[in-house]
C-alpha cells in the first residue's frame, strides 16, 4: 500500500522516452505517425485506421500530407471507393520507413533503458 493508502501494482521505476524526427522545424516522423502507418497497413485503409486510433480523418490525413512533404516521398497509395471499394496501402517507402523506425526506436529505447539503470538502478529496490 502506499502512503495514500493505494495499492501499489509494480513498483519498480520505468524509463519512458520519445523520439521524433524533424526537418526545418516540422515533425517528419513520430512514433504516433509510424503507428498510423502500421494501422493503415494492417488494415488496408486509412478511414479504418482512424476508427482504431480514434482520430478524426482531416487529422490524419493532414499528418500523412506533412509526413511525405518533409521526408519528400510518397508513403501512401489510395485508390477511390467504388463498387470495389477504396482502400490505402503503404508504398515501398513507407514500408521501409515504419521498418527503419522501428529498429532505431528499439535501439534507443536499450540505449536510454540501459543508460538510466546505470544512473538510477538503486531507486528500484526502493533504497533511495
Not at 500500500?1 to 495499492?7: A, N
Not at 512514433?31 to 479504418?48: D, F, N, Y
Not at 499528418?63 to 518533409?70: D, P
Request: proline share 1%; with cysteine.
Amino acid at each position: 500500500m502506499s502512503e495514500t493508502g493505494e495499492t501499489v501494482v509494480g513498483n519498480e521505476i520505468e524509463v519512458r522516452s520519445k523520439v521524433w524526427l524533424e526537418r526545418a522545424g516540422g515533425v517528419a516522423v513520430s512514433g504516433w505517425r509510424i503507428g498510423l502507418l502500421e494501422e493503415v497497413q494492417a488494415t488496408g485503409s486509412l478511414t479504418a485506421a482512424c476508427e482504431r486510433m480514434n482520430v478524426p480523418y482531416r487529422t490524419a490525413w493532414y499528418k500523412l500530407k506533412e509526413m511525405e512533404e518533409h521526408l519528400r516521398v510518397k508513403l501512401l497509395d489510395t485508390q477511390s471507393g467504388g463498387a470495389a471499394g477504396g482502400g490505402s496501402s503503404l508504398t515501398r517507402e513507407g514500408e521501409d520507413l515504419v521498418r527503419r523506425f522501428r529498429r532505431a526506436y528499439e535501439g534507443v529505447e536499450a540505449l536510454v533503458a540501459e543508460r538510466f539503470s546505470a544512473e538510477f538502478g538503486d531507486w528500484d529496490s526502493g533504497a533511495a
